[in-house]
């Protein structure tokens, strides 16, 4: 298999476990940054964060991450990769200190390099005068940091979380938040995070993949995403019925309100939208005073997505 543009591509990848299908044709292509992976519950997040690691198999079709098939290449790959995971069944004797360490020398660091390692992770994630305690003794939003911790002492390429905020009250997942953007930017480690929550999302990824039905539904930048389904606002200074009338024929929904006309296609992109809304004005001899781009929200683009498919 050839080397694909993504640091996660996958090809026509199916996975069942026993009669229930998850992914019935996924093809997707994740690019660096920091990436949100979005789906209603059962759409398959975890599995897809499983295959990655290696720990599945796709029943057809092929993955590959950081250049590697994660089946043939699993423990050197996995070397190269962080993994928080959702669950919060972390040993509650050991201190956050030894347990990063350990995790730190599975993924292959000598001892000294692993117990250096550990100090600078738990001190990065906040928990640096807590390193000693025994994990049991932690909040909730401490044990997210030990988990965030052991995912990325080891230096990896690339980070995978999932839900790394459940369990935290509003100021804690800000927090959280703030500190996976900055490992995401500042540390210049691609990062995958699997989450329901739109909103945190929309703050701090760079892309996203949306999930449902078995495949790939929406992927790409953010940005360019919701740019491309928001449609447009026209403002005019006359002839609004004539413009109303003009568009519609050309196929575009139009709303107006007053001097203001709000419209939108479901087969023209923004770039496309704009130019229809230039011969429109030109046919009608209508002035054109303002026109901008209408972004739609990730909740928009995440509904309309999953409705797609249901």
């Known amino acids: 298999m050839t080397e694909g543009s993504g640091i996660i591509d996958a090809t026509g990848v199916t996975k069942s476990w026993g009669t229930t ?12 940054g920091v990436t949100g992976l979005l789906g209603s519950n059962g759409a398959g997040k975890t599995t897809l964060l499983g295959m990655v690691l290696g720990l599945h198999q796709p029943t057809s079709g092929h993955i590959q991450v950081l250049g590697e098939n994660p089946s043939v290449a699993g423990p050197e790959l996995r070397q190269r990769i962080g993994y928080s995971p959702e669950h919060h069944d972390l040993p509650q004797d050991m201190a956050a200190q030894d347990l990063v360490r350990h995790v730190a020398e599975v993924h292959g660091l000598p001892r000294r390099d692993a117990t250096t390692r550990s100090s600078d992770a ?27 911790a052991q995912a990325i002492a080891h230096d990896p390429d690339l980070v995978l979380l999932d839900e790394p905020t459940d369990g ?8 959280m938040l703030e500190l996976i953007r900055r490992i995401g930017t500042e540390y210049g480690i691609d990062i995958v995070l699997s989450s329901h929550l739109l909103e945190e999302v929309e703050r701090i990824a760079d892309n996203v993949v949306i999930l449902a039905g078995g495949r790939t539904v929406a992927a790409g930048p953010i940005d360019e995403l919701r740019a491309g389904g928001g449609g447009l606002t026209v403002d005019v200074t006359e002839n609004v019925d004539a413009m109303v009338a003009e568009l519609r024929r050309r196929g575009i929904e139009v709303a107006a309100e007053r001097l203001r006309l709000r419209i939108s296609s479901e087969t023209l992109d923004s770039s496309e939208l704009a130019c229809a809304v230039r011969d429109a004005a030109v046919t009608t001899g209508t002035p054109i005073r303002r026109l901008t781009s209408v972004e739609q929200s990730l909740e928009d683009l995440f509904l309309e997505n999953i409705g797609a498919t249901s």
């Not at 005068?129 to 988990?147: C, D, H, L, Y």
């Open 21 to 32: 299908t998850v992914f019935s044709g996924l093809d997707v292509s994740v690019r660096s």
């Open 122 to 148: 738990l001190w990065l994630v906040g928990l640096g005068e807590e390193r000693a305690r025994p994990v049991g003794t932690m909040s909730t939003g401490q044990r997210q940091r030990v988990k965030l």
């Open 168 to 175: 935290l009250d509003p100021v804690q997942r800000d927090d």
